[in-house]
Structure formats: C-alpha cells, structure tokens
T-cell receptor
Framework: DQQVKQNSPSLSVQEGRISILNCDYTNSMFDYFLWYKKYPAEGPTFLISISSIKDKNEDGRFTVFLNKSAKHLSLHIVPSQPGDSAVYFC?????????FGEGTQLTVNP | GAVVSQHPSRVICKSGTSVKIECRSLDFQATTMFWYRQFPKQSLMLMATSNEGSKATYEQGVEKDKFLINHASLTLSTLTVTSAHPEDSSFYICSGIGDRGSYNEQFFGPGTRLTVL
C-alpha cells in the first residue's frame, strides 16, 4: 500500500519556466511534509518542508503548497534552472521516520 | 544543513560474507538514526529506527538478525549485513535527527552501494 505517491515519473521543462512536481498521500495522520532532491549515486538532500498547519511555504525559488482536504502537495520551482535537474522525492512524516514517494525525474532543458 | 557521512561509499563482497556500513553525524549529535534501503527505480524504504543506547526498531518484513544495527554513540550508527546474498545488493542510506534543525528535519548520508556477488 503506497501511502505517498508521485504519479509522474518524469517531467521536462524549459529553463526559466515553472516546474510543478506533485505528490498525493493517503494517510491523514501525516502532519509534516518534505521535499528532497537527489542526484545519481548520492543521498537525498533536504529541500523544503511544510507543516500541516500551513498551506504554503516559500524558500527562494522553491514553494511548497499543501492541500490537506485533497491530501495533495506540490513543489513549484520558479524559475527552473538546468542545475535543478534531479530526482525529487516528496516525503511525509507522522512523528519520526519518513514515507517517501517514488520520485519524479525533473529535467530542465537549457 | 548538518553533515552525515557514510563509509564505505561502495562495497563489493562475496556471498556469505558480512558487511558493516558506518554512519556518522559529523557536526551534530544524532539522537535518532534511520536506515533506509533503495532498490533501483524505487523509493527509499525505511528499514529501522535506532535511538542512541537502545535497541533498534525494525520495520515489518526486515530481518533484525540479518541487518544488525548498533547506535552506540550520538555520532555513530552501524548497519551490518550478515551473510550477505545477491538479493541484498542495494543502496543503503542512513539519516539522523538530533540537535540540529527541527525535530522532523532529517539529514541524510550520501549512501552506500552494496553489491553482493
């Protein structure tokens, strides 16, 4: 049973445009959500997080939106840069531990 | 963010041997460490949670006698894959939380790629 799902395995965008990565979850007990970025052969790097008491969190070019009623979160990257090309994992947490989605491969074309 | 290191980064071993992977928090004290496993094209799977000084809590389906976890200090956790077999070949990642960041913010190591021949 996949509690965190990223339905798009890949996304390709043009440099300078917006990248939108989506994530859905089923466990209503999740109260903290995170996005990680992962380059090949490396561990994931924490990117941005959001608590369930908020619906938006912004950090530079990265904004995470949370829609609790829809059990959906998204990561917006504006403007997208070629260096953003990586696999992006969303993750959800109840207290400790993380449940990860399958990841979305983002490719930003120059 | 805080720094977590893993050693070795890559290991190749023969079937039946044991392999130890070290996870160190370099600039913070990790009261809790997690071990994850990732198969190709799959998400990270939590294997176990360990709190410093106590026994690890294993996720369902993870054999605790095969994957020995020790968290003897606030900066070091080890995962030993005992009697490794080819199906244990995978990418193993540790993470830690402690006195850096929010309690939910985990800092990941770079991972260890294990290949069992």
């Amino acid at each position: 049973d996949q509690q965190v799902k990223q339905n798009s395995p890949s996304l390709s965008v043009q440099e300078g445009r917006i990248s939108i990565l989506n994530c859905d979850y089923t466990n209503s007990m999740f109260d903290y959500f995170l996005w990680y970025k992962k380059y090949p052969a490396e561990g994931p790097t924490f990117l941005i997080s959001i608590s369930s008491i908020k619906d938006k969190n912004e950090d530079g070019r990265f904004t995470v939106f949370l829609n609790k009623s829809a059990k959906h979160l998204s990561l917006h990257i504006v403007p997208s840069q070629p260096g953003d090309s990586a696999v992006y994992f969303c993750a959800a947490s109840e207290i400790y531990g993380l449940t990860f989605g399958e990841g979305t491969q983002l490719t930003v074309n120059p | 963010g805080a720094v977590v290191s893993q050693h070795p980064s890559r290991v190749i071993c023969k079937s039946g041997t044991s392999v130890k992977i070290e996870c160190r928090s370099l600039d913070f004290q990790a009261t809790t460490m997690f071990w994850y496993r990732q198969f190709p094209k799959q998400s990270l799977m939590l294997m176990a949670t360990s709190n410093e000084g106590s026994k690890a809590t294993y996720e369902q389906g993870v054999e605790k006698d095969k994957f020995l976890i020790n968290h003897a200090s606030l900066t070091l956790s080890t995962l030993t894959v005992t009697s490794a077999h080819p199906e244990d070949s995978s990418f193993y990642i540790c993470s830690g939380i402690g006195d850096r960041g929010s309690y939910n913010e985990q800092f990941f190591g770079p991972g260890t790629r294990l290949t069992v021949l």
